[in-house]
């Protein structure tokens, strides 16, 4: 088991770089920071250079690779790391140099247990692509298909659990200390951060989430999701269908090959929501770098490796939520939240209601360039505090997703209206999931789901099995050996430790030029 001395030392080196690169400025004043936590922001600059303007993004890309997944992680928690900082962390690139192709070369003939000339007719050395857990390579099958090899690089998986150790270890020490830090639950943060890697670390299962998706969107006749060769796939190479398209973050090219950049927009807004509200999975990753325009006019997806998942009952709360607030119906908004148990009970539904207003009101009216769904989710962060909403990791995964669908939507197509543009898919979806026939159908099916488990239900209201309400419940967190407290609760017993090495540390880098 890994030392709290270790740990502390590796905090110690990557706020060092983050003090540097201005990341630790808005920890150190803000009001809400834990004593503690302000103590060891001061001590990590010591000596340093602070520019004006922190750099997040350049911070997290100088740490490593997974500094760079927690940064894309944090970008989904403005309450937590503030608006500015959430923006920034949304630019982030997630690339590195790439390997040589020798060194792939030799994980691809592990992994799938056969030379390569046995796999692929031709693949080029020079990846397409080169990022933090894995790269691509262009290649052609025996058949003469062309495909993207993703390949993981070789050791990343350790490294990855090394670091995200001490991840889970600082966010328990910070839980600890009660208060806004509890409330914003940093725990679960780091556990989503290690759920998402375990997926794109076993390119197995990114696999399998490109294929369960490509089977939900077939109805979708505008978008496709490359086939997968499972024959040449395994937990560290995928092989798939290879996609000539442009990407669309190239509008000029888009429109010079004929393409309709308006109805291009429209459709990656209701692409989205057909997956998240209607599916309930959803490509949770959608930035420019994973679309592309194929020369048919489809849009097509690629890199799967980060999914979202909601389940029926959440899907409902949530469709709901986006009508209310565009139909200007806060109170149905405020109930649903009370509803769902995000808000505590002890707080007044007609409070809330007003607060959404505030949220909601100042929006309506404008052009329709001013209007904006990331805008209006941003306000809605910023009144959690005020009525004890905990965090709800499956809300901010699609609040970051949908904030990213935005912007590929506006630069598509600037004078796109998000709220014109969604309206209509969302109203409809709540016609056919509210309507008679369908509630007729969903207390059918309870019922008789009710009667098969029966006897289990009252077997568990007699070991007083509490109700999950309206939120998922939370993923098992992993027991965390923690500094130990004093009775007085003052005091951790290595607090000294931590200090000094924290002091020495700095020091030393300060001497080295680090």
Not at 105 to 111: F, G, M, Y
Not at 176 to 181: D, K, P, R, V
Not at 205 to 214: I, K
Not at 315 to 342: C, P, S
Request: aromatic share 6%; no cysteine.
């Amino acid at each position: 088991m890994t030392s709290h001395v270790t740990h502390l030392w590796r905090l110690l080196k990557w706020g060092r770089t983050l003090a540097r690169h201005g990341a630790l400025m808005g920890i150190e004043r803000d009001p809400l920071t834990p004593a503690p936590v302000r103590r060891l922001v001061r001590i990590a600059r010591i000596g340093a250079r602070v520019p004006k303007e922190p750099r997040y993004a350049v911070a997290f890309q100088s740490i490593g690779p997974a500094a760079i997944k927690l940064g894309q992680t944090l970008a989904t928690r403005p309450d937590l790391v503030g608006e500015v900082a959430a923006r920034d962390l949304l630019s982030l690139q997630d690339a590195l140099p790439p390997l040589p192709f020798p060194a792939i070369r030799a994980q691809i003939e592990t992994a799938l247990g056969r030379p390569l000339e046995t796999l692929y007719a031709r693949i080029d050395e020079m990846p397409v692509g080169a990022a933090s857990i894995a790269q691509v390579h262009r290649a052609t099958t025996l058949e003469g298909r062309d495909v993207a090899v993703k390949v993981l690089r070789p050791g990343v998986a350790e490294q990855f659990a090394r670091d995200i150790e001490t991840y889970e270890w600082a966010a328990a020490h910070l839980e600890q200390l009660g208060g806004e830090a509890a409330r914003l639950r940093p725990r679960m943060v780091i556990a989503n951060l290690k759920r998402w890697t375990a997926r794109e670390l076993d390119l197995r299962r990114e696999a399998a989430s490109a294929s369960e998706l490509a089977e939900a969107m077939q109805a979708e006749p505008g978008y496709m999701i490359p086939a997968i060769d499972w024959d040449r796939t395994s937990g560290r190479v995928m092989t798939m269908e290879w996609i000539d398209g442009i990407k669309i973050s190239d509008r000029a090219a888009i429109i010079a090959a004929g393409h309709d950049t308006r109805i291009l927009a429209a459709r990656l807004v209701n692409t989205f929501l057909r997956q998240a509200i209607a599916e309930g999975f959803f490509h949770a990753d959608m930035h420019q770098g994973n679309l592309f325009v194929t020369p048919d006019g489809k849009i097509a997806a690629i890199d799967f490796g980060i999914m979202g998942r909601i389940d029926r009952r959440a899907r409902m709360w949530l469709a709901e939520i986006l009508y209310g607030l565009i139909t200007g119906n806060y109170r149905r908004v405020a109930e649903i939240h009370f509803e769902a148990q995000y808000v505590p009970s002890h707080h007044n539904v007609a409070e809330f209601a007003t607060a959404l207003r505030a949220v909601g009101e100042p929006m309506r009216g404008k052009p329709v360039k001013e209007l904006s769904v990331g805008q209006m989710l941003d306000g809605l962060f910023a009144i959690t505090r005020d009525f004890d909403m905990q965090t709800q990791p499956h809300l901010l995964l699609l609040q970051k997703t949908m904030v990213m669908v935005e912007g590929v939507a506006t630069a598509l197509d600037p004078d796109i209206n998000m709220w014109e543009t969604s309206g209509p898919y969302v109203s409809g979806w709540l016609r056919d999931e509210l309507g008679p026939e369908a509630k007729l159908a969903d207390s059918l099916i309870l019922n008789w789901r009710t009667l098969q488990r029966l006897p289990d239900l009252v077997r568990r209201i007699e070991d007083h099995f509490p109700d999950p309400g309206g939120a998922p419940p939370a993923p098992p967190l992993p027991e965390i050996r923690l500094i130990r407290v004093d009775h007085a609760g003052r005091a951790w017993k290595y607090a000294g430790v931590a200090i000094v090495a924290a002091a020495l540390g700095a020091m030393a880098m300060r001497m080295f030029g680090l």
